[in-house]
């Protein structure tokens, strides 16, 4: 009896969910195949495929998976960019985040809060603080720059999910590897490693994502040289109107975030059991 | 001991304190007058905040900031709450939901807006469902919820985008409760509302004021969705300051600064205050528990 | 130590050779071509040893993206330089970012930017800082299909950029007209207006029906400067002169009718009713309204944009363009300009030449439906006549028509003062007087 109260709440829910978050994209998908869609049509009235063997001109997913787009330019830059911001903050935050967790450290309260600043500062004056020192350094509008500016960020979430995963290791059980005997090496490949590792891909996984979704940063910094997939989408939906191509760009901006909603609900799932990630989950608000 | 935990930390904390504080410092300079690379030094004066000041405008400016920051954050969390608890009660049997309701979460805030475009400009999906149905007779009949000031396709955005955050923040939270406190309150008689008032309020507000604080923060500072969507002048304070810093006369870039350094001082003082404040409550309760 | 010292020496030297040129052999090149004392054969051999151009323009047109990598790429590869073409959503960037690296100390060769599709104000905002390379315009080879007699019509448009004279620091490229079109499902025939009175009238009738989009924006810029023009019993011949030859008193009343017309059509303005008026930030938007048929009329500069836009599907079969404002339509031709501190100079002279040959001008025109910017009467009959053959059609008026409604575009010098006057007066509202905005505007432009 319980079970079909439960499934019907959850049916219920589901649909609400299904309509709100996925529902609104439908329209962009019929907007990406529509050729003329005026007012007040509910469909289009001349689809994409019936007039794309007549046009001299790329339309629609013609022009969108064509070169000409650049999108596949920006999303090779979005992945670059963001596995570079990833890997460099992993090796800033994971030294410290040891040191943060020792229970000997007694300036831990005051880093972690600085640590959150980048997230109370709004991104358009760090952006144009960026920007503006950045040009005479000679990094504005490189992939070098862009990198830098993306640390500030992300930095705040990696070092967080690495502090929660430090705090979750068992001193324990290292101490008792020692006992038995294990060297130091040992101890790392065998017991810390394999317990951190859970942990930090959650970690990798969120600083991808914040990377990969930040527009404000990469459009001030990269000053339109360095095309990524958040700006190649402002740029064509910066003035409030979606075309068919702007429809189509917009898609393949949803692309990385699946691919990431799969890789983290994987790693996320054991790794919440361990709790006390909540506020690293946040990384994924950007 | 301690020498070897500076050296671990130096590197983080000197980007950290380089790129933040720095450029922190930088834009309170700018903002107080002096940007040589532009050929202006009056450092300090305060000119630059009393133009701001004297301009009726940037009153209304910050008015429609705040104005989008608070709504969307207080229904984010309103909402965020009940779709948590939804999802607490759904359980972990339905492994599906669990996906569905962070899509938003995954992707850029573009792509909302992008979303909003579609549905609900004048011209869009629902203005033309509405005329299907015989309630409008012209696209100009449908709400302008785009393109105006106060309006909602703002708001629907980040909605969108922070519900499944809010909700994901408190879902986990509440998660974390063990339940033995829970039934350690009912074995000593607490009543329902006692255990929600004792028991999970104490224990999951940190974690829900953190997620209020960094939703209404970035909120404040947002300026894709004002930009895109709002009604132009007077705009947003992102936007304002976005629009001096990118007028060809530089002298209003300083302007810019000190709107954005105006900002940042508010988001700073809120944070500080909120935080302040939670710990005192959080004193109080374990003084009178 | 001595060895570390050698080894670096010699790596300055190989890389040095490599380079090709340091900045002062670039001052060298640049002095001996604007002499006139350097055969093309050396320009191009430097060109490919230089091997890449920087172009910025505004990406905003998908057919011109597609054109510049489908065509223009690998015709300029085969001259061994390679484009790499920068979509900006807004010219004043890199405008913006050429001063910047010229005041960071940045000179010729070092810089960032070969060449920037640029006209009007932004033209004069890098001419008055002194940011251009030179008068090359005229030492190009194809310069012989341009007319650059000062005296005639044609020729004037070359050396005249908004008023502004180019001397040959910029390279004419394309031209351009304003041109509204109407949607003919919501406007019959007899109803079109021809001049701004009749819009005002338009819309009193049809409330909500237009708009423009806002200002900066070239595009609003443009319709402002076109309603000036007619409400100004001096019309266009009184926006030719410079800033400096105006007192405030004689431009505000030069400006004071036309802002007063804007201002009072603002509340008729697409969705007004609802609180604000409208004004879309870009074409695209513009499109948008026109498209929902919330519009039934909007204007962007584009002779043929109403023949590409219904070949793509973003406006209404039934699209027709109109004469509006009749001997007020502005045209005007815009430019390849080459900043001061270009990194590969020899490549931008190829380049800028690359786009005015008649073969790049024919695709241009059949690809992206972009007017030419040589001179139709400069080129062999056999030219000419291809020529007017890749043309596009136009919808509802003739060509001869078109020509023969045209106006100069406003002195550039104006503009800025034009744009914040508009900001004051018609989207803030403001009730100062007009003389006194001038007065503000005029002393924020020096």
């Known amino acids: ?286 | 001991m301690s020498r070897q935990h500076w050296l671990s930390l130096s590197p983080v904390l000197l980007v950290m304190l380089l790129m933040t504080l720095g450029t922190l410092l930088f834009a309170v300079g700018q903002s107080l007058g002096y940007a040589p690379q532009y050929g202006i030094n009056h450092f300090p004066t305060l000119r630059y905040y009393e133009l701001l000041v004297a301009q009726p405008s940037v009153a209304m400016s910050l008015g429609l900031t705040l104005y989008y920051a608070v709504v969307a954050t207080f229904l984010a969390l309103v909402m965020g709450f009940l779709l948590a608890m939804a999802l607490l009660r759904v359980g972990r049997h339905h492994q599906w939901l669990h996906y569905v309701y962070k899509f938003p979460l995954m992707v850029p805030y573009l792509v909302g807006i992008a979303l909003v475009i579609v549905l609900f400009g004048q011209g869009g999906l629902m203005a033309r469902l509405s005329y299907a149905l015989g309630w409008i007779d012209r696209p100009d009949d449908f709400a302008a919820l785009l393109y105006s000031h106060y309006g909602w396709g703002i708001i629907l955005v980040y909605l969108w985008k922070q519900v499944p955050f809010m909700a994901l923040s408190i879902y986990v939270v509440l998660l974390g409760i063990p339940e033995q406190t829970q039934d350690a309150a009912r074995l000593l008689g607490a009543s329902r509302w006692q255990r929600w008032r004792y028991v999970v309020v104490p224990q999951v507000m940190p974690g829900i004021l953190s997620a209020v604080l960094i939703c209404f923060a970035f909120n404040v500072g947002a300026f894709e969705a004002p930009f895109i969507l709002g009604g132009g002048f007077p705009d947003t304070l992102p936007v304002l300051a976005w629009r001096l810093f990118t007028d060809p006369d530089y002298g209003q870039r300083l302007s810019g600064m000190a709107v954005l350094v105006t900002m940042g001082a508010m988001l700073l003082v809120t944070v500080w205050v909120a935080s302040l404040l939670s710990r005192r409550a959080n004193r109080w309760q374990r003084i009178s528990a | 130590m001595n060895l570390l010292r050698n080894a670096l020496v010699l790596t300055g030297l190989l890389s040095g050779s490599l380079i090709a040129a340091t900045p002062t052999d670039q001052i060298a090149f640049r002095t001996a071509f604007l002499d006139g004392q350097l055969p093309w054969e050396s320009v191009s051999t430097a060109a490919r040893s230089e091997g890449a151009i920087d172009f910025y323009y505004w990406g905003g047109d998908d057919r011109l993206n597609v054109w510049l990598e489908r065509t223009v790429a690998p015709d300029l590869e085969k001259l061994g330089v390679t484009l790499r073409p920068h979509r900006i959503t807004a010219t004043s960037d890199v405008v913006d970012l050429v001063l910047t690296e010229a005041r960071a100390g940045k000179g010729l060769g070092q810089g960032s930017v070969d060449a920037i599709w640029v006209n009007g104000e932004n033209f004069y905002t890098l001419a008055q800082q002194d940011l251009l390379f030179g008068s090359f315009a005229q030492k190009l080879p194809n310069a012989t299909w341009f007319d650059w007699d000062e005296n005639s019509a044609g020729g004037s448009l070359n050396l005249y950029d908004f008023g502004y004279p180019t001397q040959g620091r910029e390279m004419p490229w394309s031209g351009e007209q304003y041109v509204c079109a109407v949607n003919r499902s919501l406007m019959a025939e007899a109803e079109t207006p021809h001049t701004f009175a009749e819009l005002e009238r338009w819309l009193e009738a049809n409330p909500g029906t237009f708009t423009y989009v806002k200002p900066p924006h070239y595009l609003g810029n443009t319709f402002v400067q076109e309603a000036l023009y007619e409400m100004s019993p001096e019309g266009a011949q009184g926006f030719q002169q410079p800033l400096d030859s105006f007192t405030p008193e004689s431009l505000a009343r030069l400006l004071a009718p036309g802002m007063a017309y804007l201002k009072r059509i603002a509340p008729l303005l697409a969705q007004a009713r609802n609180g604000i008026p409208r004004y879309p930030e870009n074409e695209s938007a513009l499109m948008q309204l026109f498209q929902n048929s919330q519009t039934a009329m909007e204007c962007q500069f584009g002779l043929y944009h109403v023949a590409t836009k219904r070949a793509s599907g973003q406006m209404p079969d039934n699209t027709e363009e109109i004469i509006f404002p009749r001997h007020n339509m502005i045209k005007n031709k815009n430019y390849l300009v080459i900043p001061s501190n270009a990194p590969h100079p020899a490549a931008a002279l190829v380049f800028t030449n690359y786009m005015s040959s008649v073969a790049a001008q024919k695709s241009k025109l059949a690809a992206v439906g972009y007017p030419l910017g040589l001179d139709l009467w400069m080129l062999s009959a056999a030219d000419q006549a291809a020529m007017v053959e890749a043309m596009p059609p136009h919808f509802g008026v003739t060509q001869a028509a078109l020509d023969s409604h045209i106006a100069p575009d406003t002195h550039a010098s104006l503009v800025r003062v034009i744009e914040s006057l508009w900001q004051s007066v018609v989207l803030q509202g403001s009730e100062t007087p007009i003389a006194t905005l001038v007065e503000q505007a005029m002393s924020q432009s020096k």
């Open chain 1, 1 to 286: 009896m319980k079970g079909v109260s439960h499934n019907g709440k959850a049916l219920l829910v589901g649909v609400g969910l299904y309509i709100v978050i996925l529902g609104p994209i439908i329209p962009v998908i019929i907007q990406s195949f529509a050729f003329q869609w005026h007012w007040p049509d509910l469909l289009p009235r001349v689809w994409w495929w019936s007039v794309r063997a007549d046009s001299t001109f790329p339309l629609a997913w013609d022009y969108v998976l064509s070169p000409y787009s650049h999108v596949f330019e920006a999303a090779g830059n979005t992945l670059f960019i963001s596995l570079s911001v990833t890997l460099l903050a992993l090796i800033l935050c994971l030294p410290a985040a040891r040191v943060l967790v020792s229970p000997h450290f007694k300036w831990k309260t005051q880093i972690l809060s600085l640590f959150t600043l980048p997230l109370i500062v709004p991104e358009m004056a760090l952006a144009l603080a960026f920007l503006a020192v950045f040009i005479p350094l000679g990094l504005a509008g490189t992939y070098t720059g862009i990198i830098v500016a993306h640390l500030i960020p992300v930095l705040p979430y990696m070092m967080r999910v690495l502090v929660s995963v430090y705090q979750g290791l068992n001193p324990a059980v290292v101490e008792q590897a020692q006992l038995l005997g294990a060297s130091r090496w040992q101890r790392l490949v065998h017991i810390t490693i394999p317990l951190l590792l859970p942990g930090i891909l959650a970690g990798c996984l969120f600083t991808l994502l914040v990377s990969s979704n930040i527009f404000l940063i990469t459009f001030l910094v990269g000053q339109g040289r360095v095309e990524t997939l958040p700006t190649l989408l402002f740029s064509k939906i910066g003035g409030g109107a979606l075309d068919a191509t702007a429809a189509g760009l917009t898609l393949i901006a949803m692309i990385p975030g699946f691919i990431l909603l799969l890789a983290t609900e994987r790693h996320i799932r054991d790794y919440q059991r361990v709790g006390a990630v909540g506020r690293s989950i946040d990384g994924s608000h950007r």
